[in-house]
């Protein structure tokens, strides 16, 4: 959530708290006034800022744009404006396109709104967020066009189709629901949150050929939350209980304080979930965090990624400070990398991230790792953790055999055991890097 | 108020000048509820893209083209050795080195991070006590801060957690705890990191200056030994001794700096405004000149604007604070033929002498390696730690390696010993053996304050603006030549205990003046002086103005004369003193804070 969406809702919550002397109407005040901060919390918990509000542009305004390999995409303005945004819509209009993807007009919404897990979403949350879209977020005439699809995709009828073979009906999703019980109300909480607003499975559960998740729940079996498809070119981890390349080694705090700062002393947040942290899981409660981590961590391993648990290896971290540079990528690593991420891999927690031990790293797919290396990143500053990072990038200064060498080093070294990267790969991610390189803003620190 | 300025909205406080004084004071006043407007002449700078490597460590552009440093072509100082020269401008960087920009010098300093020795800030009594008043040389204006290091104290904790300081402490609340400086006042607590690893020539030297009896130390260091949180929460790596400290912005967020320390947490705060590219021309005052009421810059259209505020702090670097009262009319302009007046008086500047040993051509002393701020050093001649009485001089110098790292193009510059040729292969072998086996050992002396060196309004230079440029009139004088060659002396025995094959004393000359054209140091002090008397401060001990209570300046200004160290960690104790006293009682009462 940007900082002018939290001046508009505050001033909101003040003008609205600041209103009606007579005593019901500041009772109706107040009741209203709480469903407005629970429905910019819950907007908060769905990260619905992280697509809706373009960068620099007003709250919920929309017109963020999602390159896809079928055309681009814009978001479209949610803010309570009639003619350019969402103000017509009633609430059981609103609740439909929020849980069914169906537009006011009966269109269907493509499926870059998840509404397959805000069909999870409680009728009270939707009524929160349909009275805060309203009351509680400022009107914006801001038309956007959605002309950037190309055939067949441009066309909004197979959509329909593919909701109705694969989005979930909410009838459904509410007898499931019911039917789950959880010991810890904590785990039930989180659950709802990761599955439901979170919308955590959007990335980071694999998709079938025909794009839906493969699982919308933990109750679907171990696909869920086990790593995803590249999203702009990052490929999201798996956030289940692997060892070497999940959670396995990351405990409740960990993943609070990742969710918190994006930073924490096995990992920094990069790519995709630098928007998730910054839109939305800094702006959670710390309960509601813990909640999240509770629940992540009784996510089992999937049974095909099963391998011995990471120990740290000190074979390279000897070899190099020795004065042995002979390793494949070895040479590369201490001139351009060791600075910050140690000859010994641990990196210097929490200001630069190791690469001993990290799931990133020993990720399958090396995907993310080159980009990185390329491209580089910015670990951004949230409330909790003002100071942000700048990793440079090295793609004019590498060509692809130095990257795949270097990559391949990191992935071997220190007990690390993913394969080796080839050039080709590296070629691969380079070809999609963005033109207007670097394609980020930069930090002020 | 200028007649044709715009009128902004009034905020609370206004802070001139966004290094390390003006972020400090803007943090302390948004921590006080204060809106804050920070104005900085500069561009706004960050490590992110000052800082990007590899392109951030270029030698030529950061250290010979100036990349960061002040815009001399806007405004600089005019320069003389005594008031029958003519001054002339500074045009290119040489002996000194502002800064310009968000985080000022401070994103391209060093790191050296020192508390004042607790004698130089009641330096005249102490002499006095000691020598008796006869020991003052005519013509020096030997002067007392007016605050004691006791008073200072929690200050120089608060400045080191925020920096994160690299540091071994001596004493703590009276007790010995650790190897740091024999001489050093009792602290409240250990620095927040451990010291920086001593680089090669740093072990030698330890080991030599033992052998000679002296009590080497690490200097405390602004260069993060570990990564670290500071109070604040903004956090620093660690420093990896890559050698590019001054003139960059360090890439591995190492060097403490405004830009890694502070302003993460105060760009994120409401009650803060920072506007780059706004230049200052004056603080506005009222009709009688006793209350401030605002400033007036150009914006970075070149569009003149009035910011109206309760309360002004300057916080612009030593001499630029000095032209801004006097551009502004805030206290009595110095008059040093009469002996009277306040700003501008009590200009001083640094004794750095700089002498360099080379070892057998067995040693490399691999120069390359380096952390501005790191180091060893001896105080066994700084301040009052010795005798002054038979060797009859004031002030004192420590004495240290420093290594910070030699770059390619200043080795290149260094080349050989004194008479090697300045081309050819005998060049070439000079230069080779100077950068592979030399070390260079720095005496940092102070500079003492006296009546013909000072600052005024140039009478015939003006600024891009219109306005007058500052004149210097400073010269050495003999009582601080002495000091330099009597201390660097003591340099040529610590160099006999290392075995040095060779040693090239450099020391100050009785009746050669200021050279402008040889980079010395960049610290400069005094010229509106902090103290209890305001016949000879412009200041009272909590940098208020005497003459303009809401008017407080915060520099090296401040230092009454020069000390041995270098000044940042004296600078920002005194914004958190000054700080401390705002918030505690002149934001309730505003008024003179010193009768």
């Keep these: 959530m940007t900082k002018g969406t939290w001046r508009a809702l505050l001033a909101v919550v003040l003008a609205v708290a600041t209103m009606g002397a007579g005593s019901a109407r500041a009772q109706d005040d107040a009741q209203h006034d709480a469903v407005v901060a629970r429905g910019a919390y819950m907007a908060v918990a769905s990260d619905c800022a992280a697509c809706h509000t373009a960068s620099g542009g007003a709250p919920f305004a929309g017109g963020l744009a999602f390159n896809l390999p079928t055309g681009t995409l814009y978001a479209p303005n949610i803010t309570p404006d009639r003619q350019t945004g969402i103000g017509q819509y009633s609430e059981a209009e609103f609740r439909r396109a929020l849980r069914q993807g169906i537009r006011r007009d009966g269109a269907t919404l493509y499926p870059a709104m998840p509404y397959p897990s805000y069909a999870r979403l409680t009728d009270e949350d939707v009524h929160a967020l349909y009275v805060y879209f309203m009351d509680g977020v400022k009107p914006v005439a801001h038309r956007v066009v959605q002309d950037g699809m190309s055939w067949p995709m441009s066309m909004r009828w197979p959509l329909a189709i593919w909701r109705t073979l694969y989005a979930p009906d909410p009838k459904d999703v509410r007898r499931d629901m019911d039917r789950r019980t959880f010991a810890d109300p904590l785990v039930a909480r989180g659950s709802y949150l990761v599955e439901g607003p979170g919308h955590c499975g959007a990335c980071h559960t694999p998709r079938a050929l025909t794009m839906q998740e493969k699982a919308l729940t933990a109750a679907d079996g171990p696909l869920y939350l086990s790593g995803g498809d590249a999203v702009d070119g990052w490929r999201p981890v798996s956030l289940r209980g692997e060892n070497r390349t999940g959670l396995g080694r990351w405990n409740e705090h960990d993943i609070v304080r990742f969710l918190a700062t994006g930073r924490m002393p096995l990992g920094a947040a990069f790519g995709g979930m630098t928007d998730a942290i910054g839109h939305g899981t800094q702006h959670m409660t710390d309960e509601d965090r813990l909640a999240i981590a509770r629940y992540l961590k009784t996510l089992s391993p999937t049974a095909t990624q099963v391998a011995q648990g990471w120990t740290y290896d000190p074979t390279a971290t000897d070899a190099l400070r020795a004065g042995n540079v002979s390793a494949r990528g070895a040479r590369s690593y201490v001139d351009r990398c060791a600075a910050c991420h140690r000859t010994d891999g641990h990196g210097y927690p929490t200001t630069f991230p190791p690469l001993a031990g990290n799931p990133v790293v020993m990720d399958p797919r090396p995907d993310s790792l080159i980009r990185i290396v390329l491209e580089g990143n910015v670990l951004r500053a949230t409330r909790q953790a003002p100071s942000a990072f700048v990793m440079p990038g090295f793609a004019a200064s590498m060509d692809d055999a130095a990257v795949a060498d270097t990559v391949t080093f990191i992935r071997a070294a220190w007990g690390n055991d993913a394969p080796a990267v080839t050039t080709a790969d590296v070629g691969r991610i380079r070809r999609t890097l963005s033109p207007e390189h670097p394609p980020i803003s930069l930090p002020m620190n | ?595």
């Design chain 2, 1 to 595: 108020m200028s007649d044709d300025a715009r009128r902004l909205k009034p905020v609370d406080v206004v802070i001139v000048g966004g290094g390390w004084a003006g972020s400090i004071m803007a943090k302390e006043m948004t921590e006080a509820g204060r809106s804050v407007v920070m104005l900085e002449r500069g561009p706004d700078r960050s490590t992110a893209s000052e800082g990007a490597y590899p392109a951030s460590i270029d030698e030529l552009e950061a250290n010979f083209r100036y990349k960061l440093f002040q815009d001399l072509s806007k405004n600089t100082v005019t320069i003389r050795n005594n008031s029958q020269q003519t001054a002339l401008p500074y045009r290119r960087m040489a002996a000194f080195l502002p800064g310009e920009g968000v985080g000022g010098a401070g994103l391209h300093w060093s790191g050296v991070h020192f508390r004042i020795p607790p004698d130089d800030l009641r330096m005249r009594s102490r002499v006095i006590e000691k020598y008796g008043a006869g020991f003052i040389p005519e013509g020096m204006n030997l002067q007392d801060y007016g605050v004691t290091y006791e008073e200072l104290e929690p200050f120089f904790d608060k400045a080191e957690k925020v920096f994160g300081t690299s540091g071994e402490p001596y004493m703590i609340n009276g007790k010995v705890v650790g190897k740091g400086n024999v001489f050093s006042p009792s602290r409240s607590d250990h620095f927040p990191l451990p010291a920086l690893k001593d680089v090669y020539t740093a072990h030698l030297f330890r080991k030599a200056a033992e052998e000679a009896g002296f009590h080497p130390y690490s200097l405390p260091a602004a260069n993060a030994s570990r990564q670290y949180v500071n109070p604040y929460g903004a956090q620093m790596g660690p420093c990896n001794f890559c050698g590019y400290c001054s003139g960059y912005a360090c890439y591995m967020y190492s060097k403490a700096s405004p830009n890694v320390n502070i302003l993460p947490v105060l760009r994120q705060h409401p009650l803060f405004d920072l506007r780059a590219g706004c230049h200052v021309l004056k603080v506005e005052l009222d009709a009688d000149g006793r209350r401030a009421t605002g400033v007036t810059y150009t914006d970075p259209d070149g569009k003149v604007v009035t910011q109206p505020a309760e309360m002004v702090i300057l916080t612009a670097f030593q001499f630029h604070n000095v032209r801004l009262m006097l551009l502004s009319g805030i206290g009595r302009p110095y008059d040093p033929v009469r002996n009277e007046g306040v700003v501008g008086r009590n200009f001083v500047y640094q004794n750095v002498t700089t002498s360099t040993v080379w070892l057998d051509r067995g040693v490399e002393t691999n120069q390359y390696i380096g952390a501005g701020g790191g180091g060893v050093a001896f105080d066994d001649f700084n301040s009052e730690n010795f005798d002054h009485g038979p060797l009859g001089f004031v002030g004192g110098s420590p004495v240290w390696v420093n290594q910070a790292g030699v770059r390619a193009i200043a080795a290149a510059h260094s080349g050989g010993p004194p008479g090697t040729p300045r081309w050819g292969s005998a060049w070439k072998a000079g230069m080779i053996d100077t950068y592979r086996h030399s070390l260079r050992i720095d005496a940092h002396g102070s500079n003492m304050a006296y009546r013909d060196v000072y600052l005024d309004l140039d009478p015939t230079w003006k600024d891009a603006y219109g306005q007058p440029l500052l004149r210097m009139t400073f010269d050495w004088k003999d009582n601080d030549i002495r000091m330099n060659r009597y201390v660097v002396d003591r340099i040529g025995d610590v160099a006999k205990a290392m075995g040095a094959r060779r040693v090239n004393l450099t020391k100050r000359e009785f009746g050669r003046p200021f050279d402008t054209r040889q980079y010395q140091t960049t610290h400069l002090g005094g010229g509106a002086v902090m103290g209890s008397d305001p016949g000879t401060s412009a200041l009272n001990r909590y940098l208020q103005s005497w003459d303009v209570h809401n008017v407080f300046v915060i520099g090296a200004n401040a230092f009454p004369q020069g000390t041995g160290y270098n000044p940042t960690g004296m600078v920002a104790a005194l914004a958190y003193w000054a700080a401390h006293h705002i918030r505690t009682t002149y934001l309730a009462s505003p008024g003179p804070l010193a009768g």
